[in-house]
């Protein structure tokens, strides 16, 4: 005990110290790493006794994490997050374990581990194998030194316009020797590194090619966290994303790491690390897989297109703490490996970061739980028909809890759908672009991506009819098919029965998207079964398959993997056009251009959102006018304001005078700005309208005319 007291109070002191007073970032992030560790490991033990300290070292961060955005949530809506505040969230596990130890009755300062799935960190023996382990890390290496070389600063629409044919001819050959060497490896250390390092590639295009950054929810959210890590607080305090900029804001003042870093590299970093190990333990031990198939398994989910993935925004972080709570209920529904309480807590996580994504899970999770008591009430029928009772009743109140919270708490307006509205939103088969032919990559390319949910719909099935009919694992196959119908009709209900207010036409669907494509990631256990039992039958994959059967299933995971990444991020090619367009440095530098220009004075800017982007990430939430149709943002944002409807009608209809001054007129300025990227598909029409009609304009960089009308 004095041993374990000492080194905490050492270890807190020395990081509340470098956080008040020192800000040195190696130590930061030295003495973060050793909390995370220490707290971590312990934690893990008491999370999943049974498993090898490995796992305990792995898994127990991520559950600190979680409590760690949880109590920074919980004291932030009681007072604000300082960083006094933070040094006593830091201390809260170190002193919570020891009452528990004394509960339990055990030593605190050596904490023994189990031996389930070890993980050698030497191996007796030395796979040759592992050979091709090193030639794939390699080859991830070469592939990040590439995309470091082809960084941009400029506006563009895809990232591949700088990529060379080369760098997916490399990807895909790396992703078939990965296959291969996952089937034939039994080095568990050597291929988890070597999944990280190939999922983080995957993952981090956007990352590394986009310097000033990419998306643009990710900018108001690094505004927003920009704004409590000064202040502490945002007023009023609403019950949205703070999970997310808890743990940002924490990490950040920490480690002295810039918060805009933090936030940029955080999902990537835990989607890379986690997902493909959460996976394995999946189906090693909830579905009792080989160990082969449950690590081919861990790489093939990204074979499902992952754009909602590759950037940090509140909704991609709960989805990922959501995936997390999915993997880890096959394990706890199907074992006794598994605390219930991990599961409470990834849910609670998933809900302080994104409430309207974690009400479905934390229905799924109520449903795992009384699945789970049913298996102990086999012989008692009373029971049985009791929880079956249960399960119907918060099935019932799930499928629709997303958009009952939207109508009566968030001003959404219900309206039936009818059946003009439900033909215009499906989506037309694939065409070339006007003027371009049609190709031998991209057709079959883009006609695999609009049938691929319906492929996944339809093996999915197979995987559960696999997994009902067999007596332990007909409980896993009936809450992940209740699981996705309880994301898909929420979805689906959000899309064509709501309209959100202040939030332009383009906009209207993308969260009912979003959850739309998340309720397919819970088919992904019945995806992965219906796949290894169609090879199975197709006697492609097992003990005695030929070469020729492990050849064609790593060149095709090796061509779908390859595929899911192009189609993950922004594309311009004969058949996609991106409208997404990121935020340059000649929109940072035209942002402080123009506020300088106003000197002092309030005024307007009417321009895209892009541009708006970088106001934010440079000035943040600035300015509000207050008038007659409420709080107005100073730049025209949202894109249900009146600013940008102010900014489409200087763009499409005229760009003259009379519509600046009645923005201005509305804000109650007298100064306005119109602002023109090149690439704005009106810029041709708009640009010499502008010219003659405002007072004064100049040009930044051959790439952007600003216009500036005054009274």
């Not at 605190?108 to 091709?132: A, M, Y």
């Not at 440079?618 to 944002?637: M, P, R, S």
Request: glycine share 4%; hydrophobic share 50%.
């Amino acid at each position: 005990m004095k041993k374990y007291i000492i080194f905490s109070f050492i270890l807190i002191a020395l990081l509340g110290y470098n956080l008040l007073f020192w800000h040195n970032i190696v130590l930061g992030l030295f003495l973060l790493v050793i909390y995370l560790y220490y707290y971590g490991r312990r934690l893990g033990i008491i999370a999943l006794p049974n498993f090898n300290n490995f796992w305990h070292c792995l898994l127990g961060p991520l559950l600190l994490l979680a409590g760690l955005s949880i109590s920074g949530s919980i004291i932030y809506y009681a007072y604000a997050l300082t960083d006094n505040i933070i040094i006593a969230i830091l201390c809260l596990f170190p002193l919570a374990i020891i009452p528990y130890c004394q509960i339990k009755k055990r030593d605190i300062e050596t904490w023994e581990s189990g031996e389930l799935e070890p993980v050698p960190l030497v191996e007796p023996k030395v796979d040759p194998v592992n050979f091709w382990s090193w030639i794939i890390i390699a080859g991830d290496l070469l592939l990040f030194s590439y995309l470091f070389t082809h960084s941009i600063t400029d506006a563009v629409r895809s990232p591949w316009i700088f990529i060379s044919y080369k760098f997916f001819t490399t990807f895909f050959v790396l992703n078939a020797i990965l296959i291969i060497y996952l089937k034939k490896t039994k080095s568990s250390l050597h291929s988890l590194l070597t999944i990280f390092i190939h999922v983080s590639l995957m993952l981090s295009i956007a990352l590394i090619i986009y310097v000033p950054g990419f998306g643009f929810d990710p900018v108001l959210h690094r505004a927003a966290e920009e704004y409590i890590y000064k202040f502490g607080a945002i007023i009023p305090k609403t019950p949205y994303y703070i999970g997310q900029y808890i743990l940002v804001v924490m990490l950040s003042k920490i480690t002295g790491i810039s918060l805009f870093f933090i936030d940029k590299i955080l999902l990537i970093l835990l989607e890379a690390i986690y997902i493909p190990i959460l996976i394995f333990i999946a189906l090693r031990h909830g579905l009792d897989w080989q160990r082969d198939q449950a690590r081919l398994g861990s790489i093939i989910f990204f074979a499902l297109p992952f754009s909602q993935m590759i950037a940090t925004t509140p909704q991609a972080l709960a989805n990922f703490f959501s995936l997390a709570t999915i993997l880890f209920g096959l394990t706890y529904l199907n074992t006794a490996l598994i605390k219930w309480w991990v599961l409470v807590v990834l849910t609670a996580t998933t809900l302080f970061i994104h409430p309207l994504a974690g009400l479905p899970i934390a229905f799924y999770c109520l449903i795992l739980f009384v699945l789970k008591w049913r298996t102990k009430q086999n012989t008692k029928i009373f029971m049985q028909i009791l929880s079956e009772i249960f399960i119907f009743i918060l099935f019932a109140f799930s499928i629709f809890i997303v958009p009952f919270i939207f109508v009566n708490f968030l001003n959404a307006n219900f309206h039936w759908p009818t059946l003009v509205q439900i033909q215009a939103s499906l989506p037309p088969l694939p065409t070339p672009r006007l003027g371009q032919p049609l190709s031998i990559i991209f057709t079959p390319l883009y006609y695999f991506n609009y049938f691929l949910l319906l492929l996944v719909l339809f093996i999915g099935v197979v995987g559960f009819i696999k997994l009902f009919k067999d007596k332990i694992n007909k409980n896993i196959a009936l809450l992940l098919l209740l699981g996705f119908i309880i994301f898909y009709i929420n979805s689906l209900t959000l899309k064509y029965t709501l309209d959100f207010a202040n939030i332009g036409q383009a906009e209207q669907g993308q969260y009912a998207e979003r959850l739309y494509y998340f309720s397919f990631y819970l088919l992904f256990p019945l995806v992965i079964v219906g796949v290894f039992s169609i090879l199975k039958t197709l006697k492609l994959y097992g003990e005695n398959t030929r070469r020729f059967s492990t050849l064609f299933i790593a060149l095709g995971g090796a061509l779908l993997l390859t595929a899911s990444l192009y189609i993950s991020y922004p594309a311009v090619d004969n058949y996609a056009y991106s409208h997404y367009i990121n935020t340059s440095t000649t929109d940072i530098q035209a942002v402080h251009q123009i506020d300088e220009n106003a000197n002092g004075e309030p005024y307007i800017v009417l321009s895209n959102i892009s541009f708006s982007a970088a106001s934010i990430q440079e000035f943040g939430f600035k300015k509000y006018f207050t008038t007659t149709q409420g709080e107005i943002f100073y730049y025209a944002l949202p894109t249900g304001s009146p600013m940008y409807h102010y900014f489409e009608k200087m763009s499409y209809m005229e760009a003259n005078k009379q519509t600046m001054q009645e923005a201005m007129d509305l804000a109650g300025v007298k100064i306005g700005y119109f602002v023109l990227n090149d690439y704005w598909d009106s810029f041709k029409k708009a640009k010499p309208e502008a010219e003659a009609s405002s007072d004064e304009h100049w040009v930044i960089n051959n790439k952007i005319w600003v216009f500036k009308y005054k009274r």
